[in-house]
Structure formats: structure tokens, C-alpha cells
Nanobody, 125 residues
């Protein structure tokens, strides 16, 4: 059974940093497009960042210049480096993977095939 396991969430102060990791189990995801989404209380799930298997990266405008998505295929792991955190970044962050590795529709959560259980990120002011 394929699982995506996120780690690295927690509490940070505004202006601080956190790094999230996503380590799929059950298969390799080196040829998959990978994404990060987040959902704040009472809000819909939003796209944060994505990376194709060729390592092209895409970001939501709200995190561009502050967050960096990367992948280490040797470790079968995807990372989300979050810098200059703001209180509005507080949310549950989800890792997602999809078999289609191209760039089309990377911001659409419904196009992803696998999801993690989520990790809480809380940013205090």
C-alpha cells in the first residue's frame, strides 16, 4: 500500500523557518510530480508548491520567494523549505503525488493520486 508520510511540522515564530519532508513508502516516486498543499481552519485546501520529475518548480503567489520545494530522488523524499514564515502560513500541510509527471494542472488537488496524512504548521506572531 502506497503511503506518503510528512514530517517536520511544528511551531515557529514569525520570520522563522521550518522544513517539511515527505517520504513515500511502498514505491518510488522519482518519476511522479509532487506537490504540497495546505488547509487552514475553516478554509479550503490551497496549492502551495509543486515539482515535476524534471525538477521544474511552481509556487503559489503567497509563498513565492519564501518557500522552496525540492526533491532527492536517491532518498525518495520531497522537501518544502519554509522561510520568513508568517502567521497566515498556519495550516495543515499535505504532501501529494501524481503519476502524471508533467506540469499541466499542478495546482489542482484533484489531479493528484496519493496524499499524506498532513502535518501541522503553526506560526506565532
Amino acid at each position: 500500500q502506497v503511503q506518503l508520510v510528512e514530517s517536520g511540522g511544528g511551531l515557529a515564530q514569525a520570520g522563522g523557518s521550518l522544513r517539511l519532508s515527505c517520504a513515500p513508502s511502498g514505491r518510488t516516486f522519482s518519476s511522479h510530480a509532487m506537490g504540497w498543499f495546505r488547509q487552514a481552519p475553516g478554509k479550503e485546501r490551497d496549492f502551495v508548491a509543486a515539482i515535476t520529475w524534471l525538477e521544474y518548480t511552481y509556487y503559489a503567489d503567497s509563498v513565492k520567494g519564501r518557500f522552496t520545494i525540492s526533491r532527492d530522488n536517491a532518498k525518495n523524499t520531497v522537501y518544502l523549505q519554509m522561510d520568513s514564515l508568517k502567521p497566515e502560513d498556519t495550516a495543515v500541510y499535505y504532501c501529494a503525488a501524481r503519476a502524471y509527471s508533467g506540469a499541466y494542472g499542478l495546482t489542482d488537488g484533484f489531479r493528484y493520486d496519493y496524499w499524506g496524512q498532513g502535518t501541522q504548521v503553526t506560526v506565532s506572531s
